[in-house]
């Protein structure tokens, strides 16, 4: 099983690993740093041993990495593994920004349901089971949210569960929720949010989550 040190350390964006599967275009690695979609966060984009990833994949706990085709990476190979930056550091940004609306959305909305979730790299977007104009609530989330963003709180990330790989945020005084995503170490690197409303059909609404560059 591989070690997701994007985990441990979600700043890091080159590691040395080496291959310990290889059917094909697809390969496992020893350790990464890469993230693959979960929980409704994009996966990242970057290279392994100087070939472009066309996808990442989970299969239990293990990550499945599919390459262009032609890489000849064996097992055993040692290799780099290197992110985008940019691309990373926006979905945890925006993942964040999420999570606090949605913790607010649950705080303040009694009887509000989350139905989806996807987080990319030039916006967020949650949606819910609602009875109203989910903007009607814009004002009070968004003034609640610059406070938890301004306030620069410290965010614990930890296992709840380490063998099967149950993890956890926490913000002191705020919420406690588990994530298995990456995440940032303080609140404040959010930025400011800016928040629009979707109408998805009938008792459905969305909420579209933006961020400062």
Known sequence: MV?????????????NTRVTSANGDDITV???????????????????GGFSVQQARKDGQEIIYTLEEGHGLKVGHQVIMTIDWNRR???????????VILELAYKYLEGIEKIGAHIAQD????????????????????????KIIEA??????????????????????????PCGGTHLKKTGEVGEIKLKRNNIGKGKERIEIYISE
């Open 3 to 15: 070690e997701k040190v994007f985990w441990t350390n979600p700043y890091l964006t080159e590691l």
């Open 30 to 48: 020893e350790q990464t740093i890469f993230y693959a979609f979960s929980g409704g966060q994009e996966s990242d984009s970057g290279m392994i």
């Open 89 to 99: 550091y926006r979905l945890m940004r925006l993942h964040f920004a999420a999570e």
């Open 123 to 146: 916006k967020a977007r949650i949606d819910f089971l609602w009875h109203e104009n989910i903007s009607n609530s814009f004002p009070f989330i968004e003034k609640e949210s610059r």
């Open 152 to 177: 620069n709180l410290d965010i614990v990330s930890a296992f709840s569960d380490e063998e099967n790989g149950r993890r956890y945020w926490e913000v002191n005084g705020f919420s406690r929720v």
